[in-house]
């Protein structure tokens, strides 16, 4: 068995995390007080042991959903998706 990362942004999965601005991760307690004045957008972190020849690759996006359900540890990430009138990710 090894153990592998996938990143679920919106209904899509990957191995990488989307390119999102780091300046606008949600971090401190303050912001996740606001969350819910504010656009954000969640990419969440599963980390998903697998076979050893598990192949991302071979498996479809609805295959990966089911595959992320089975984990026993994620994260959310939470970023601003827009932080005035001019900013959005």
């Known amino acids: 068995m090894k153990t592998i990362t996938l990143y679920k942004f919106k209904d899509s999965i990957t191995l990488k995390m989307p390119l999102l601005k780091e300046k606008i991760l949600l971090s401190?307690?303050?912001?996740?007080?606001?969350?819910?004045?504010?656009?954000?957008?969640i990419i969440t972190e599963y980390t998903i042991d697998v076979h050893e020849d598990f192949n991302f690759e071979y498996h479809s996006n609805e295959e990966l959903l089911e595959l992320c359900k089975t984990s026993k540890s994620f994260i959310d990430h939470h970023f601003v998706?827009?932080?005035?009138d001019y900013d959005v990710i």
Do not use: K, R
Request: no cysteine.
């Open 28 to 41: 401190s307690f303050n912001d996740l007080i606001a969350i819910d004045l504010l656009d954000t957008e």
């Open 81 to 84: 998706t827009t932080l005035n």
